[in-house]
Antibody, heavy 115, light 113 residues
Framework: EVQLVESGGGLVQPGGSLRLSCAAS????????MHWVRQVTGKGLEWVSA???????WYADSVKGRFTISREYGKNSLYLRMNSLRAEDTAVYYC?????????WGQGTLVTVSS | DIVMTQSPGSLTVSLGERATINCKSS????????????LAWYQQKPGQPPKLLIY???TRESGVPDRFSGSGSGTDFTLTISSLQAEDVAVYYC?????????FGQGTKLEIK
């Protein structure tokens, strides 16, 4: 069973930065595509970013140029570096993995952008 | 970009009755080389992450009750709950993972009549 645990959320001012982390097993990090998906409270799901097993990365237009996805094998972690944060980035951020045969999701971490 | 459109936006069904949720993609999400539809269905209850029910449009995730089934191909898909139980009250989402940006339907809120 794939286990994903997000952390790093919190309150940040507009224009500020935050780095989210997702703890996963080494096997998961090396063999699956990893994604970030967010959800504004009471709203639907929005795909944010992904990193493939070969290191290729993809971003939603809404975060391109501001967010950076990366992974660190030695720490068994996936990251989402978020810069120039806006009020509309306020959401629960989920880490998810696709191993070619199923989707696994973490519990999410809340990011609040407010002054 | 592929757009996913779910219908209805909300649904009220009696216990024991059938519930049907539809999802339409703006272009085909059937990959011809493996004949698989890159579509998943999720159930989400308040305060919880999405729970995977179905992937490859019709493959039930391990542990999901067999009253949940997925069907369809190409651009039109359906999630069916054959006999609604009280614990099925939730919001349901479809999700295309055929291409980036990946996309979700807007959700269908399922309630008991």
């Amino acid at each position: 069973e794939v286990q994903l645990v997000e952390s790093g959320g919190g309150l940040v001012q507009p224009g500020g930065s935050l780095r989210l982390s997702c703890a996963a097993s080494e096997f998961t990090l090396t063999t699956t595509d990893m994604h970030w998906v967010r959800q504004v409270t009471g709203k639907g799901l929005e795909w944010v970013s992904a990193i493939g097993t070969a290191g290729d990365t993809w971003y939603a237009d809404s975060v391109k140029g501001r967010f950076t996805i990366s992974r660190e094998y030695g720490k068994n972690s996936l990251y989402l570096r978020m810069n120039s944060l806006r009020a509309e980035d306020t959401a629960v951020y989920y880490c998810a993995s696709w191993g070619g045969s199923s989707w696994s999701w973490g519990q999410g971490t809340l990011v609040t952008v407010s002054s | 970009d592929i757009v996913m459109t779910q219908s209805p936006g909300s649904l009220t069904v009696s216990l024991g009755e059938r519930a049907t949720i539809n999802c339409k993609s703006s272009q085909s999400i059937l990959y011809s080389s493996n004949n698989k539809n890159y579509l998943a269905w999720y159930q989400q209850k308040p305060g919880q992450p999405p729970k995977l029910l179905i992937y490859w449009a019709s493959t039930r995730e391990s542990g999901v009750p067999d009253r949940f089934s997925g069907s369809g191909s190409g651009t039109d898909f359906t999630l069916t709950i054959s006999s609604l139980q009280a614990e099925d009250v939730a919001v349901y989402y479809c999700h295309q993972y055929y291409s980036t940006p990946q996309a979700f339907g807007q959700g269908t809120k399922l309630e008991i009549k």
